[in-house]
């Protein structure tokens, strides 16, 4: 390989006239001058003993084939003192901001850079005298995560990315504590069901679940004084089915996805044998939830309907203190009619008949009901005669 000749040329940048050049003489290969700011600069510099913490202006004058002319030329700082305290940051899960300090080395100006990967969650704001606050967001995943905030000096005070002497301080932030959920699978049989997932908050305030696309139609939650019931539908395929319910916690009354801790429930149900019973509407089958409330008490209640005509009634949560039971009996379905699902979410309405046997008046009853059919496993209703027989 060609080898070339090299001088460098520094002089003090300074108010005084009788300052001289200091001249260093070195042999590089054709590449490695243009490293004059980073490691090569220790060489020449080095060589030449110039003073830690002076500002220099160097031109570097390239000889080869008898020709010699200018090949590089910038103002530089000796910066041996150039420092960042601490370089290593730890932070809880909940959020905060700490101090790091610049030691300019000569330097005029610092400054601190958050690369755009963690810009997000990251934030540096710098002042000329060397302090730097570094500020994480709440971090509200269960994983721990990493990110770096690049500390700067610059003899210019708007400097390009080539014009900084860069040092990296780590960040590490911890996950989210407090925050469980348990099971975090349920498996339901082919004739749907409905079972009950517990949570431990972490001390956030607010409360509530989401269906992923999937299972919009079948799977339904409902979200109350800090209990999660998840209800599924009888499966009419031949085929397994699963989805996606992501249950969250969060300190945002409309809470963004970034605002939520997140807490996946994955729904797993058997496949059906895809037969119509005799007096049923296999849109009917399986077990669904519905509300009751007047005055200041309610009850939630789930009833399962079989595809045998049979039907379950039970409340599973109420604050009323005589509203605890439950209730079999038969159905019939005098009609239905499926509907393009609306803006509310009714996806079929349904005229039932039941008969069920009174244990508090003695009578064996039949009523007859509206039923609105929600796509989230919910059920709307209205009365329309009951009858002693």
């Not at 601190?112 to 000329?128: F, H, T």
């Not at 919009?216 to 319910?245: D, F, H, M, Y």
């Amino acid at each position: 390989m060609l080898k070339s000749k090299f001088s460098a040329v520094f002089s003090k940048v300074s108010d005084k006239e009788d300052e001289h050049p200091v001249t260093a003489n070195f042999d590089l290969d054709d590449e490695k001058w243009r490293m004059l700011e980073s490691g090569t600069a220790v060489d020449i510099t080095a060589k030449a003993k110039l003073e830690e913490g002076q500002r220099y202006r160097v031109a570097v004058k390239e000889e080869s084939l008898g020709f010699t002319w200018t090949a590089y030329e910038d103002e530089i700082v000796i910066d041996g003192s150039f420092t960042v305290s601490p370089n290593d940051l730890t932070y809880k899960w909940e959020g905060e901001s700490q101090d790091v300090y610049i030691e300019k080395g000569g330097y005029e100006f610092c400054g601190a850079d958050v690369p755009e990967a963690y810009a997000k969650w990251v934030s540096a704001v710098a002042d000329n005298d060397g302090k730097v606050a570094i500020a994480v967001q709440p971090n509200l995943t269960f994983e721990e995560r990493k990110a770096t905030v690049e500390c700067w000096v610059s003899t210019k005070s708007s400097p390009s990315a080539s014009e900084k002497r860069i040092m990296t301080v780590a960040i590490t932030q911890g996950p989210v504590e407090g925050v469980d959920w348990n099971p975090k699978e349920l498996s339901f049989p082919a004739e749907g069901g409905s079972e009950k997932i517990s949570f431990d908050f972490g001390g956030f305030t607010r409360f509530g679940a989401q269906v992923h696309e999937e299972g919009v139609g079948w799977c339904g939650v409902a979200a109350a004084n800090g209990k999660l019931t998840i209800t599924v539908q009888a499966n009419p395929s031949t085929e397994s089915r699963e989805c996606i319910v992501d249950a969250y916690v969060t300190n945002s009354q409309n809470p963004a996805p970034e605002d939520m801790v997140i807490m996946p429930i994955t729904i797993f149900q058997e496949a059906g044998d895809g037969q119509a019973a005799a007096n049923n509407v296999k849109e009917l089958w399986g077990t669904w939830t519905f509300t009751y409330s007047q005055h200041d008490w309610y009850v939630v209640y789930t009833v399962t309907f079989g595809k045998d005509g049979s039907y379950h009634y039970e409340s599973v949560d109420y604050n009323h203190p005589e509203e605890s039971f439950t209730r079999t009996g038969t159905y019939k379905v005098l009609s239905y009619e499926p509907w393009t699902p609306t803006s509310e979410g009714v996806v079929g309405l349904a005229e039932i008949e039941e008969s069920f046997h009174n244990s508090l008046t003695g009578n064996d009853v039949v009523r007859q009901w509206t039923v609105r059919l929600y796509n989230n496993g919910q059920l709307g209703y209205e009365n329309k005669l009951w009858r002693a027989q």
